[in-house]
Structure formats: structure tokens, C-alpha cells
């Protein structure tokens, strides 16, 4: 009967010892995860501002191109600047 309960009482400090490691594993493991999602969500932070100051950007850049194409029509209308024709353009020197 001693045998039986020291087995028993052997058996269930082994499973609680198990059971110890189990949890400690799995916090270790939540512990990591915890830590990868907080890189993500950084990285994902700062992806959102680089697309962000890049959509900025390329609409500046659009309204340059659009004023641009405004000038080459005008150019080509005969408003604004004068196109350089060199057949009729006498170079300052003569």
C-alpha cells in the first residue's frame, strides 16, 4: 500500500512537473509572438507613411506634368514663350 501511494505521489509530482514546463513553453512561445506582431505592426506603420509621402509625391508630380503640358500648349498657340526657330533666329554676335 506504501508503494502504491508513493508511485501516486511520484506520478502526480511528474505531471505537475510536466504540466510546469508545458506552460512555461507556451508563455516563451505567446512571449514571441507578442514580440513578432509588435515588429509587424511597426513595420506596417512605417509602410503606411512611405505610400503615404509616395501618393504625395506623385500627385505633385502630376500638377508639374499638367502645368508643363499647359506651357507646350501655349508655346505651340503662340502665347507665353516663343519657340526658337533658328532659320529665322540671328545668333546676337552678327
Known amino acids: 500500500m506504501m508503494n502504491e501511494h508513493c508511485d501516486k505521489r511520484q506520478l502526480d509530482d511528474r505531471i ?3 504540466n510546469g514546463q508545458s506552460i512555461q513553453i507556451l508563455l516563451d512561445r505567446i512571449d514571441q509572438l507578442e514580440i513578432r506582431v509588435a515588429f509587424l505592426d511597426d ?3 512605417s ?3 512611405t505610400v503615404a509621402e ?3 509625391l506623385l500627385m505633385d508630380l502630376q500638377d508639374q506634368m ?3 503640358y499647359s506651357r507646350i500648349e501655349s508655346a505651340n498657340k503662340g502665347e507665353g514663350i516663343a519657340v526658337f526657330d533658328a532659320q529665322f533666329e540671328v ?3 552678327y
Open 16 to 18: 505537475d512537473q510536466l
Open 43 to 45: 513595420l506596417v506603420d
Open 47 to 49: 509602410l503606411n507613411t
Open 54 to 56: 509616395q501618393g504625395q
Open 66 to 68: 499638367r502645368l508643363l
Open 91 to 93: 545668333p546676337p554676335h
